[in-house]
């Protein structure tokens, strides 16, 4: 009988795959607002910008007026100390948070909500931003990172400007030591060995016969041991056109 797979040994929680969570500095989420608040300003200053381990980008400590701190991430321009505006009565600059009905088209923006209140979803790492596109009856289009285009709700907030840290992945690592600490604060597993490399007792595609490959297909109510590979697909390569 072989060892217990990657995935069995994962699902244990042992440190090696666990991520150094209380490391990390706050969750990025816009504060809650009543309706008076949403439909005027509400001013804050930048206290402090600060580096969040696992995290592409930085962090903005935002101090508001009625008291309260958030956390943010950074978009490209903004400095410690500057001064910034939150509600639907906010201009549009650099840093500023706004519902996206508010916000004029061919803006870009960040840290999107996909509903109103959700505290931010979309356009969040770092370099990434959406365009308004134009804003109808339904909701405003926006143009993701991916170049899709989305109705999202207008009450929505976002965060005018682009998230900063871009050009990030373009640095190369140089060596593994520094890949290692980094997918160390993402809890990610690294290196990461293919099964196929692997011996059959250790892993279902492991085989000293390198045709003798199994279907990378499985059930979602595959045991624990085979639940590896494409779990539960629908199809698998490349699309096919078809013929009309």
């Not at 050009?167 to 160390?184: D, N, Q, S, V, Y």
Request: aromatic share 4%; proline share 7%; glycine share 14%.
């Amino acid at each position: 009988m072989g060892k217990r797979i990657r995935v069995q040994r994962r699902g244990r929680g042992s440190p090696t795959f666990r991520a150094s969570t209380h490391k990390r500095v706050a969750p990025v989420q816009y504060p809650s607002m009543s309706m008076e608040e949403w439909n005027g300003v509400i001013q804050g200053q930048i206290v402090q910008i600060l580096h969040d381990p696992g995290r592409g980008s930085p962090l903005a400590s935002i101090k508001l007026e009625t008291g309260e701190t958030y956390y943010t991430v950074v978009p490209e321009g903004v400095y410690e100390g500057q001064s910034t505006q939150i509600g639907g009565k906010a201009s549009v600059e650099i840093g500023n948070v706004l519902p996206l009905g508010k916000i004029p088209e061919g803006t870009m923006v960040c840290n999107i909500e996909l509903s109103p209140g959700d505290g931010g979803k979309l356009a969040r790492s770092s370099g990434s931003y959406a365009t308004v596109v134009t804003h109808t009856p339904d909701g405003t289009i926006l143009k993701l990172p991916s170049g899709k285009t989305q109705y999202v709700n207008d009450l929505c907030r976002a965060t005018v400007g682009v998230i900063s840290g871009a050009g990030r992945i373009e640095k190369p690592f140089l060596k593994a030591g520094a890949k290692f600490h980094l997918m160390k604060a993402k809890g990610r597993v690294y290196p990461r060995t293919r099964g196929v490399a692997m011996v059959a007792a250790s892993h279902p595609y492991g085989s000293s016969k390198r045709g003798a490959h199994k279907v990378t297909t499985v059930s979602r109510h595959a045991p624990p041991g085979r639940k590896v590979g494409l779990i539960a697909a629908r199809s698998t390569g490349k699309r096919k056109r078809r013929r009309k």
